[in-house]
């Protein structure tokens, strides 16, 4: 039976429109690192997509590459060891920490990184930080075009669906002065999509004010 807070996404999101199901030995590899109540949605519904490919629940280690160039120069890997459980159709990439819960997100397709609250947390705050963040909605995970109009459904329409290695990508990309706008998204590849956006600039953190000494763990 689905728990409260997994219901109240359903109802935001709609059950899965693409299921790809999480074996007991892939969830198994992430017992103790990630929370219970995370593996426990793996078991029941997969990793999948939601909202016609709006909003995926992913598997870790199909993303361990790609966290690892990412936060690549910014530190955040002295301070915890993250992993990806989520990502939208234009490849922002939700990680978890181990020991500060759903702190960091990777926007791929502007090269920012968004930190809040690297504090380390009990067991019960990790939890509760992955319940407020199933909390999400529908116009968190989209991304407006230069006119502040919502891109998702016009992609969608004129792209067609996403399969589950697949994001919708600028080209030009954003970081070499592409406009952010329907004409200029295409569906690609994901591993290789985000692979050569890192490759073009490092990623910013703005607005983050951390200060990374204070947070590293001292031995």
């Known amino acids: 039976m689905r728990d409260e807070d997994f219901g109240v996404f359903i109802g935001e999101f709609g059950e899965a429109s693409t299921k790809v199901a999480a074996s007991p030995a892939d969830i198994a590899k992430w017992q103790g690192k990630l929370p219970d109540r995370l593996l426990t949605w793996w078991a029941d519904e997969g990793w999948s997509g939601y909202a016609n490919g709006l909003f995926w629940l992913v598997n870790p280690d199909d993303y361990e590459d790609l966290v690892d160039e990412w936060l ?126 890192r490759q073009l600039a490092a990623p910013n953190m703005p607005f983050s004010g951390v200060d990374i000494d204070s947070l590293i763990q001292k031995p």
């Open 72 to 197: 690549d120069g910014t530190r955040l890997d002295e301070v915890d060891a993250f992993h990806a459980i989520a990502r939208t159709a234009f490849g922002e990439l939700f990680l978890f920490g181990e020991t500060t819960g759903r702190s960091v997100k990777v926007v791929c397709p502007t090269h920012a990184i968004f930190v809040r609250d690297l504090k380390r947390k009990t067991p019960q705050k990790l939890d509760t930080s992955l319940r407020a963040f199933i909390a999400l909605d529908q116009d968190t995970c989209d991304l407006d075009d230069g006119a502040g109009k919502p891109l998702f459904r016009r992609a969608l329409d004129t792209l067609g669906a996403l399969a589950p290695d697949e994001v919708y990508g600028f080209e030009p990309a954003i970081v070499l002065g592409g406009k952010m706008q329907l004409e200029n998204l295409r569906k690609v590849k994901l591993d290789q999509h985000l692979t050569i956006l």
